[in-house]
């Protein structure tokens, strides 16, 4: 069976390398026996949105992940409480992540129902 | 049951949120700068077993007989990361 690992990133999209790297450390993860998923918390809730553009200050797009996100069919998370701190709405949150949103009080049992949990 | 390893201290969001969702049966270490957290009021209501790193510790400033929480080695550690099968950290 597979493990299930979960990353985790909480840090801006902006500013930080996180997002990509933990969409880019999961993927990678599909060559071996490992399930992985990824978490976003606290400002990297702005990951989500489709208005979020590193790239207007020259930096990193997120966008480069859909294609991936798609193929391995990665599981994404988000957390309704810290895209309401973030100004996040749920209608702008970008569809190629096919996020799933999560309330603060599922995260106990959500961390607790993977092998590994990784905050990055 | 899961390891839950606190490394960074009082103004990081992630640590504060890894520490609002443990169970009573997790195993928490306070490693690095996570140790400040053992000396914050909020420590007694962290649900789980709480250790800390004695070194980290002690290196701080702190004097053993200040711990809330009890010290361990870091062959202790490695007992804590065998035994344990999940892993929040």
């Known amino acids: ?120 | 049951m899961a390891l839950v390893l606190v490394k960074y201290g009082l103004d990081n969001p992630a640590e504060r949120i890894k520490l609002s969702n443990t169970k009573d049966e997790d195993t928490i270490v306070f490693i690095q700068n996570g140790i400040f957290w053992t000396r914050t009021a909020e420590i007694n209501s962290i649900k789980g077993k709480k250790v800390a790193i004695k070194d980290d510790f002690i290196c701080r400033g702190y004097d053993e007989s200040e711990a809330k929480v009890p010290l361990i080695d870091y062959s202790n550690f490695i007992d804590i990361v065998e035994k344990e099968e999940k892993f929040i950290g």
């Open chain 1, 1 to 120: 069976m597979d493990k299930k690992v979960l990353f985790v990133v909480y840090q801006s999209p902006v500013g930080s390398l996180w997002t990509n790297e933990g969409f880019r450390t999961a993927f990678g993860m599909y060559g071996e026996d490992i399930e992985p998923s990824l978490l976003v918390l606290e400002a990297a809730s702005t990951s989500l949105s489709k208005n979020t553009a590193p790239e207007k200050m020259g930096l990193l797009p997120i966008k480069i992940v859909h294609r991936f996100v798609k193929r391995y069919e990665t599981e994404v998370f988000g957390v309704e409480e810290h895209l309401e701190k973030y100004g996040v709405k749920k209608e702008n949150i970008d569809e190629n992540f096919n996020a799933k949103l999560l309330k603060e009080n599922e995260l106990n049992e959500f961390f607790h129902s993977f092998d590994s949990v990784i905050f990055m």
